[in-house]
């Protein structure tokens, strides 16, 4: 980012619309916090906490896999992941480094389908030279075309070296046979062709970045030991004339799915079989009671309280990895259950009990006690996970990038109580169709499981 040294008046002077929003108790999430609106579009959200001398600092960037529309140009959110620790105009990256290594900080980043986060936990009294340096690289990022294209090699290997792990190839399939036209059809990495063609994309990497390490995506998250008065200065000093940008990325809509979809993955070497059964699924909300149903049955149906848990993982024994992945996404996302078959005789009888689970929550409610035993628990776990400055920033993230707003979680978990046994069988009704499922299995190439080789073949 850019490196801006002004006058303290002129600081001042900088026009910022503000906010405070003062938590009730009863609300999950329990600090007080504020947020700050720069002209720019940047937010500043600020959450004081009694964990002494520790901040920490997350930035969350708006932007990942989810905003890759041109063809062949997947992968460059992840790629950014990646070179943002190259260096800037006013630090190299050994200067960097020492920086953070002197302040004693933990940093690192990740991408996602909708957010890139950088993150970092320090002293509190080295908030205004890391804010300073993490200022630069954001508008100031600077790199070579040979340190474009040693990064992009590396992103390569990280590629093969996901690509050795069953349960990282499923996902890439699932996706891109799940997703035809929506750019949740490529993972964060993105597609191999893509990955394989990146060292010859240094302009549009530049480009990348001009679209969209802008303030209108970006929200800085200051957590720990600080004041809102500290946190706006320092954000005003460093940000405050970082410029707007005008990009807004068309990310096309998936259209209906309108029959069911099968894969089966030939694995090259020994493992036991992996099966995936996902139906579509909605987008995250903290108002429709769509998505807070679904979540409530994905722990009351496959988690390790569920029936088909203790039957299929703790009693049968025909299982030992099971659960459900149904993350907060920006656009409709996909209810998965993955599974892990001990004997590859008994696939398709795990994958039948899956589907007759789904299934009976479409018909049958679910028991009042259950629904509000899943509640309290996530509602508790979630509250007990917030037990330091990183933890709760690390916790917010996610929300930070789909709404800007902690409240989200308060919202989110109110819609949660407001959810009935009623409202979770009509949910399931209005989404575990035959004709939106896709399943997804894997196996050791030669292995006798003659009914899942239908549908597409993938080779590993």
């Known amino acids: ?21 003062q938590n009730r108790g009863s609300k999950l999430f329990p600090y007080q916090y504020t947020i700050d609106d720069l002209p720019n579009g940047l937010r500043l959200v600020t959450v004081p906490t009694d964990y002494p001398n520790l901040v920490a600092l997350y930035i969350v960037v708006s932007a990942g896999s989810r905003n890759e529309v041109e063809p062949g140009k ?25 920086l953070f290594k002197r302040a004693g900080a933990e940093t690192n980043a990740y991408t996602s389908d ?26 100031r990022l600077k790199y070579t075309p040979e340190q474009f294209k040693t990064e992009a090699l590396a992103v390569k290997g990280e590629y093969d070296k996901n690509s050795a792990n069953p349960i990282s ?31 010859n994309q240094y302009e549009y990497s530049l480009e990348f970045y001009k679209r969209f390490y802008r303030p209108e995506y970006t929200t800085i998250v200051v957590v720990g030991d600080a004041t809102r008065a500290q946190a706006l200065d320092l954000t005003k000093r460093y940000w405050g004339e970082w410029k707007r940008g005008d990009y807004k990325a068309d990310i096309p809509e998936e259209p209906a799915q309108r029959e069911s979809r099968t894969a089966h993955i030939d694995w ?14 909605p987008a995250y909300s903290d108002e429709r009671k769509d998505k807070a149903a679904l979540d409530l049955l994905a722990a009351i149906a496959f988690g390790e309280n569920s029936d088909l ?66 509640r309290s628990r996530l509602r508790y776990g979630f509250a007990m996970a917030m037990n330091s400055n990183d933890a709760i920033a690390r916790s917010i993230a996610p929300y930070i990038s789909l709404r800007r707003t902690p409240e989200t979680i308060n919202k989110l978990f109110e819609t949660y109580q407001a959810i ?41």
């Open 74 to 98: 997947s992968g460059f959110a992840h790629f950014f992941e990646h070179i943002m620790f190259r260096g800037s105009d006013n630090y190299t990256p050994e200067r960097r480094e020492e």
């Open 420 to 460: 009935t046994p009623a409202d979770i069988r009509d949910t399931a009704k209005k989404y575990f169709r035959d004709e939106s499922r896709t399943v997804v299995t894997l196996a050791t190439k030669g292995q006798s499981i003659a009914s899942l080789r239908a549908g597409r073949r993938v080779k590993n």
């Open 268 to 281: 090259p070497s020994p493992t036991l079989p992996y099966l995936a059964v996902a139906f579509r699924g």
């Open 1 to 21: 980012m850019k490196m801006l040294i002004l006058a303290a008046l002129l600081l001042s002077a900088l026009p910022v619309v503000g906010f405070a929003q």
């Open 309 to 374: 848990y203790q039957q299929l993982v703790l009693k049968e024994q025909k299982v030992d990895v099971l659960g459900p992945d149904f993350s907060d996404q920006a656009d409709p996302e996909m209810f998965v259950v993955f599974a892990r078959v001990k004997d590859p005789a008994n696939v398709n009888a795990v994958r039948d009990r899956i589907l007759e689970t789904f299934k009976k929550y479409t018909t049958e409610p679910i028991e009042q006690s259950k629904l509000d035993a899943t």
């Open 169 to 199: 190839k499923m996902y890439e399939v699932l996706r891109e046979t799940a997703f035809k036209r929506h750019t949740y059809s490529h993972t964060t990495m993105g597609y191999l062709k893509d990955i394989q063609d990146m060292p």
């Open 114 to 139: 909708d957010r890139t986060v950088y993150h970092a936990t320090f002293a509190k009294e080295d908030l205004e030279p890391i804010m300073k340096a993490e200022a630069d690289r954001f508008q």
